[in-house]
């Protein structure tokens, strides 16, 4: 069992930055693969970026703006968000699986509660 915790969302003007964080439980933290997902209000969830040893992905709307990183001696991973836009308003989602990153969140057999990111224009 993992569970996990967002922290991090806020409300910022866009093109500013923020930094969200997903602490997760469990010695097997390294062995997992990590993913952030979004849902913006009337919308359905959907995938934003993920990483694993096999590397990491980004949604063609958040490449070269947003950046996945993990610390596995500390069990968190990191989302940099850069260059915020107000399209990228929404609750954003920690989420966890075994093995390889996976792009769709059926792939993912844990998830966090949820942080707020609001971006005014």
């Known amino acids: 069992q993992v569970q996990l915790v967002e922290s991090g969302g806020g409300l910022v003007q866009a093109g500013g930055s923020l930094r969200l964080s997903c602490a997760a439980s469990?010695?097997?933290?390294?062995?997992?693969?990590m993913g952030w997902f979004r849902q913006a209000p009337g919308k359905e969830r959907e995938f934003v970026t993920a990483i694993s040893g096999s590397g990491s992905y980004y949604a063609d709307s958040v490449k070269g703006r947003f950046t996945i990183s993990r610390d596995n001696a500390e069990n968190t991973v990191y989302l940099q968000m850069n260059s915020l836009k107000p399209e990228d308003t929404a609750v954003y989602y920690c989420a966890a699986r075994r093995d390889v990153a996976r792009l769709a969140e059926y792939d993912y057999d844990y998830w966090g509660q949820g942080t707020q990111v609001t971006v005014s224009s």
């Open positions: 469990g010695r097997t933290f390294s062995s997992y693969a």
